[in-house]
């Protein structure tokens, strides 16, 4: 980059921090600052236009339009030039303006006499929070210097909004972080909660955005940088890296070792910037670019780039994770994304979670799931809008999340809290009552664990054993392969919680959403549909033998039953079952305890399973239905995809005539069929299930208790009429069928 414009952007920059310290409320700031810009760069205009809600721009400030259209004019987001910059993030450049695509002329500014134009967004790391505007008479194009030029200004602008430096009237000139936000995201887990915000990394505050010295400040970033490669040198050199984690964090040296990163940065600071703001508009910059690649495996690159650019602001700053805050009493954790180990060292403290990332089968969700944890995944902005200590509203029946809610909004939040509680009470009377319709059927409700922590539910709700008990939680959590002592010892204390219940063990489901940290993940287009489960423990038998061994060693003589995951064919049940006999044939000969009795069962979650021959059913000693992965593979719809997953309806009458042909076939040989999967824990799909012939359910806990009060209020004979009804009649769903008649039976 040129001296001349090196010394100009200082001067500048210097200018604007001398403006900005002098005494005075934010409309006069700003319009201090427009005036300054607008001289600096010989333009007739000036203008500040900052987000007033999430989707509209407000115009702040101005040099050159009409005074009376300040805070009058206002843009929704993508619309005009300047909501384009907003959407994009990225820099619109023209000599014509009038001429662009998606021009919106604005009357009421009297910017008709202005030809060129130039429009920058105001950024801090994924946060947008508006666009900084230069116009001119003259048809000119703005120079890559000028451009750059208004870039450095506007990442100075934003960490001063950050600062609070422009507060006044109206919501575009609100304090930040100050206001009620609600973010709209997707369930992880259900339930509700209220408490304060617990950032899992603390933001990192840049209070010096300007700097005195160029070449101090050029020392500095070299440092840090040199800090930063030699950290991440001596992570790889560890002897207990595996492959993959080797492959993540080699990653990482890419970008740390950069001389494009480094030079971007110094130039920043040559143009004035300090090392900080440096660091944090290359951060933005480089987010705005990748997250507009269609590349996904580029764009996943942001995470590395996001983790090494806050390393090496904490280098700079001195500001560790660690910042002294205490937790809250009620901790509700926000974060982008978190595995499940950390997870589990917050524990049962935690009142929720909210991620701006995650899935519904990430192991986090598989956690929040086990800890009875409410989870809000895909609330997109709430780690750069969330500050430690904010109030916050998590309701993870709707996925929906209030940060600084208002009082009303939160007195209906409490009461729908109370409401929930007073229903729980209710539903405690009925623990130790059977799940017993009106029409004299009792169906069997049991309960999914995974944790320890899972297991006193096994009492508080009423379940009558554990229909699924997921093994890989104990994997996933771990660094390194757990040993078999150890698993058998775990096991054991399974049994000995469930005090003589059933606990059906799911043996190892790995793979698609679930990879071990110490495990390669396959590169593979549709992991859902690839190498997982039972096809791994089958390909890889030595872990599928290690766990057989350490649940006969747990069972010690005592009853216990085993399924495999994601059978899709008869030939993988009878392999799979051969393994188990020969380990059990194995520890007897040691002189180990053998079961008393042993169930070997199955998922069947493929609906290739359902057309499985005769022999199948009458040699597996159980079946449960795995509804999620067997209603998405019916309908080809990827429950992780939020487009789809939520279009097929578990009532629809297709998928429920595929549940009858299954508990037909479970009933011609004889074979005890359960439905394992969160339709199992919704009241109204458990009943038409218990309705069309199931007699097992198997959910989380808490859903128990509902699902038990409406089975108790309802015919189910008179029910399964209903449904028939509807079938018969060619009903795509008999949802609507089944709603009027809850509703009659009400009334």
């Known amino acids: 980059m040129p001296e001349r414009s090196e010394s100009d952007s200082r001067k500048l920059l210097k200018r604007l921090r001398d403006s900005l310290a002098e005494p005075g409320q934010g ?288 280098i700079l700053t001195g500001q560790g994770r660690d910042t002294g805050a205490e937790l809250p009493e009620n901790p509700v954790l926000v974060a982008r994304n978190i595995g499940p180990a950390e997870l589990l060292e917050y524990g049962r403290s935690l009142r929720g979670v909210v991620l701006s990332e995650g899935s519904v089968g990430s192991h986090a969700a598989i956690v929040a799931r086990a800890l009875a944890i409410p989870l809000v995944i895909h609330a997109d902005g709430v780690v750069v809008e969330a500050l430690n200590g904010d109030a916050i509203l998590v309701d993870g029946d709707q996925g929906i999340v209030h940060l600084r809610p208002e009082e009303s909004v939160a007195a209906a939040f409490r009461d729908k809290i109370a409401m929930q509680t007073q229903a729980q009470l209710r539903y405690a009377d009925l623990r130790d009552k059977p799940a017993l319709s009106l029409d004299g059927r009792e169906i069997s409700l049991h309960m999914n664990a995974g944790l320890m922590a899972d297991l006193p539910s096994l009492e508080s709700s009423g379940a009558e054993g554990v229909g699924l008990f997921r093994t890989e939680l104990q994997f996933l959590i771990r660094n390194k392969m757990p040993k078999r002592d150890e698993l058998a010892r775990l096991y054991a204390r399974v049994m000995d919680a469930a005090k003589g219940r059933r606990v059906a063990f799911r043996t190892l489901d790995i793979g698609s959403d679930k990879v071990l940290p110490y495990m390669k993940p396959q590169d593979e287009p549709n992991p859902a549909m690839g190498w997982r489960a039972i096809r791994v423990g089958l390909d890889k038998p030595g872990v599928l033998q290690m766990q057989a061994q350490a649940l006969i060693r747990a069972a010690a003589g005592r009853p216990l039953s085993i399924m495999f995951p994601f059978i899709a064919e008869y030939a993988e049940y009878i392999d799979a079952r051969a393994y188990v006999l020969a380990q059990v044939e194995r520890e007897g000969a040691l002189g180990h305890p053998t079961p008393e009795t042993l169930e070997i069962g199955a998922m069947l979650e493929t609906p290739s399973l359902a057309f499985a021959p005769r022999e199948f059913f009458e040699t597996t000693d159980f079946l449960s239905i795995g509804g999620n992965d067997l209603k998405q593979f019916f309908f080809a719809a990827d429950r992780e995809n939020e487009r789809v997953r939520r279009r097929y309806d578990t009532l629809n009458a297709s998928f429920l005539g595929l549940i009858r042909q299954i508990i037909d076939r479970c009933a011609e040989s004889g074979t005890t069929l359960s439905f394992c999967g969160e339709d199992a824990g919704r009241p109204v799909e458990a009943i038409c299930l218990a309705a069309i012939g199931l007699q097992n359910l198997s959910m989380r806990p808490a859903s128990i208790g509902p699902v038990k009060s409406l089975i108790r209020r309802t015919d189910l004979a008179a029910l399964r009429e209903v449904i028939n009804a509807e079938c018969a009649k060619g009903s795509v769903s008999v949802r609507p069928a089944v709603m009027e008649f809850l509703a009659k039976d009400a009334n």
Not at 207 to 231: H, K, M, Y
């Open 27 to 314: 409309q006069e700031r700003l319009n201090r600052v427009t005036h300054l810009i607008a001289d600096s760069m010989h333009t007739e205009v000036c203008s500040i236009y900052l987000f007033r809600d999430t989707e509209t721009l407000e115009l702040c400030a101005s040099e050159g339009l009409l005074a009376e259209s300040v805070h009058q004019t206002r843009l929704r987001l993508g619309e005009g030039l300047v909501g384009r910059v907003a959407r994009t993030a990225v820099p619109v450049n023209t000599a014509n303006a009038p001429s662009e695509k998606g021009f919106r002329f604005m009357p009421e500014t009297g910017e008709e006499i202005y030809s060129s134009f130039l429009g920058v967004p105001i950024q801090r790391v994924g946060e947008k929070l508006g666009v900084l505007v230069v116009q001119s008479k003259a048809a000119r194009q703005f120079s890559d210097d000028e451009v750059y030029a208004l870039e450095v200004v506007a990442m100075v602008l934003a960490e001063m909004t950050e600062l609070g430096a422009f507060l006044g009237e109206g919501a575009a000139l609100g304090a930040l972080h100050k206001q009620p936000v609600m973010f709209r995201g997707a369930t992880g887990q259900e339930g509700s909660a209220e408490g304060q915000v617990w950032l899992h990394e603390a933001r990192v505050v840049v209070t010096n955005p300007v700097a005195d010295d160029p070449e101090v400040e050029l020392t500095r970033i070299r440092a840090a940088v040199g800090e930063l490669r030699v950290s991440v040198d001596d992570l790889l050199a560890a002897q207990s890296l595996d492959k993959e984690q080797k492959k993540v964090l080699e990653a990482y040296r890419m970008f740390a070792h950069s001389r494009g990163w480094l030079r971007r940065m110094e130039e920043d600071i040559q143009a004035g910037l300090s090392a900080e703001a440096a660091v944090e508009k290359e951060q933005s910059a480089t987010r705005a670019r990748l997250s507009q690649v269609p590349d996904a495996y580029l764009r996943d690159r942001l995470h590395d780039l996001d983790d090494l650019s806050n390393r090496l602001l904490r």
